[in-house]
């Protein structure tokens, strides 16, 4: 396949990154939105058809219809490009749903969270794997996790609030405790999709968090 060219580079694309400094948050708008979205779907879409060890800067600029120039300039590699889409995926309005209960919250994002990982194309499995390959994957997808994780809090806030759970439970444990079933479930032991592994899941810790499992231990006192 040839690479069709870019004569005309984009001033704002900006220079790549150097070393394991993550690409720059920008939201530029015009042709160098255009060119970033053409670029960060390519790399999606080689990632779910040929998995990390077939990912490249030139065939993520094929794809894209751009000038491979362009990917390196911008991206300067495959790690680049991945922490770009993770980062990407963080700007966003997303919101945790709110169904009114502590377990119906649980059972809606893991609901989410199940599609996410059952999808095919495997591209957010594909994403998660190539984060153990890249170290600049890796940090971006921490701070994909973490801004999702922080946005999820609302839903235990919600439920101190409503009186389901005990004052001071500790929202970061309780979400990862009712979402972590899924991706050893999905992602390291690769069972089937079970449409009932949400809501278990959820169930599960919100009994838990009623009963105070997840309350945070009082500060040690000073000798």
Not at 17 to 31: K, T, V
Not at 76 to 95: E, I, K, M, S
Not at 119 to 136: G, M, N, T
Not at 142 to 168: F, I, K, M, S, T
């Amino acid at each position: 396949m040839t690479t069709p060219t870019d004569p005309d580079p984009d001033p704002e694309d900006g220079a790549a990154p150097q070393g394991d400094q993550a690409p720059p948050r920008r939201r530029p708008g015009g042709r160098t939105a255009r060119i970033r979205q053409q670029v960060l779907d390519a790399v999606l879409a080689e990632l779910g058809d040929h998995g990390y060890d077939g990912l490249t800067t030139d065939t993520v600029a094929a794809r894209a219809g751009v000038h491979r120039t362009t990917v390196y300039r911008r991206w300067r590699d495959v790690g680049g490009l991945l922490a770009d889409v993770l980062d990407a995926a963080g700007d966003d309005d997303w919101q945790p749903p709110d169904t009114g209960s502590l377990e119906g919250d649980l059972t809606a994002l893991n609901e989410e969270i199940h599609s996410a990982l059952t999808a095919r194309p495997p591209i957010v499995a594909a994403l998660i794997a190539a984060s153990f390959r890249s170290e600049q994957a890796a940090a971006a997808q921490q701070r994909l996790w973490d801004d999702r994780y922080a946005r999820c809090e609302v839903v235990v806030n919600r439920a101190v609030g409503r009186g389901e759970l005990p004052p001071h439970s500790d929202a970061r444990r309780l979400l990862i405790a009712a979402t972590a079933p899924l991706y050893h479930q999905l992602v390291l032991l690769r069972t089937p999709p079970d449409p009932q592994l949400p809501g278990h899941a959820a169930r599960t810790v919100a009994l838990a968090a009623a009963a105070g499992a997840f309350v945070e231990p009082p500060p040690a006192a000073d000798d």
